[in-house]
């Protein structure tokens, strides 16, 4: 059974699973992510979402999750950047698609340039769509993990908050934890 085959199942069976049970899976996801990423080399491509060794929309939960329930900023922040690298993977790609500078000794003439973007035309429309998509994903899955990023911060402000409470501040009573 592949990795994604495993991978199913994730907040699909939270009625068994503890909270705990759900964030160790989360881990492990994000850590077989992290290993991919460091084969898989992405630099400025865009791959397609076939390519990607879980499903998209889990690793995005994943990834959240575990910055929301993250204590350290510093470690939120870098989760966030392992994520935004998602918007890479997009629908309908096919074969892998680089964006790499010419050399300055492989430069051409204007006229070969011309013709040679004429000639490719539309694999170059092809190439500008799937970077513009790209770019939006960015966009969308950063205000995504900034959300969970402030959730964490309210979380770890609340706790503050209710660490310096008494008992005469709250009656004597339970206070819950928000």
Not at 25 to 43: H, I, N, S, T
Not at 106 to 133: E, G, P, V, W, Y
């Amino acid at each position: 059974m592949n990795p994604t085959q495993q991978r199913q199942n994730f907040r699909a069976n939270t009625s068994k699973q503890t909270d705990a049970d759900i964030l160790g899976e989360a881990r492990d996801l994000v850590d077989q992510f992290l290993l991919y990423l460091k084969d898989a080399d992405l630099g400025l491509d865009v791959v397609d979402l076939e390519d990607l060794p879980f499903r998209k929309p889990l690793l995005i939960s994943a990834v959240r999750l575990l910055i929301a329930t993250e204590s350290s900023q510093t470690t939120r922040q870098q989760l966030r950047k392992v994520g935004l690298t998602l918007a890479s993977f997009q629908e309908d790609i096919g074969q892998r698609m680089s964006m790499r500078p010419l050399p300055l000794e492989s430069r051409m003439s204007q006229s070969d340039l011309q013709a040679l973007m004429t000639k490719h035309r539309d694999q170059i429309m092809r190439f500008d769509h799937a970077f513009a998509a790209m770019a939006a994903e960015r966009v969308r899955l950063d205000e995504l993990f900034q959300l969970s990023m402030r959730m964490a911060e309210r979380r770890e402000s609340n706790a503050a908050a209710a660490a310096h409470r008494t008992a005469a501040d709250t009656g004597g009573t339970y206070s819950p934890y928000l």
